[in-house]
């Protein structure tokens, strides 16, 4: 639903691979110097896997 509704703002929410990665690893980092917890797990290949196959069947979908 959320993502229907900044569609229809026409706010772009696709961020490339090298963003998203570089702010990753940033937010990792000062999570690592304050000794915070990172909410989340490295990804494991099987998730990414997985997560790929969820992108294709969904960009198969909306067309």
Do not use: G
Not at 15 to 26: G, M
Request: charged share 25%.
């Amino acid at each position: 639903m959320e993502r229907h509704f900044l569609e229809l703002l026409q706010f772009n929410i696709n961020v490339p691979a090298s963003v998203y990665a570089k702010y990753y690893f940033d937010l990792r980092s000062l999570a690592d110097d304050n000794n915070l917890n990172f909410l989340f797990a490295p990804l494991s290949k099987e998730r990414a896997q997985n997560l790929e196959v969820r992108l294709r069947y969904e960009k198969v979908f909306q067309r």
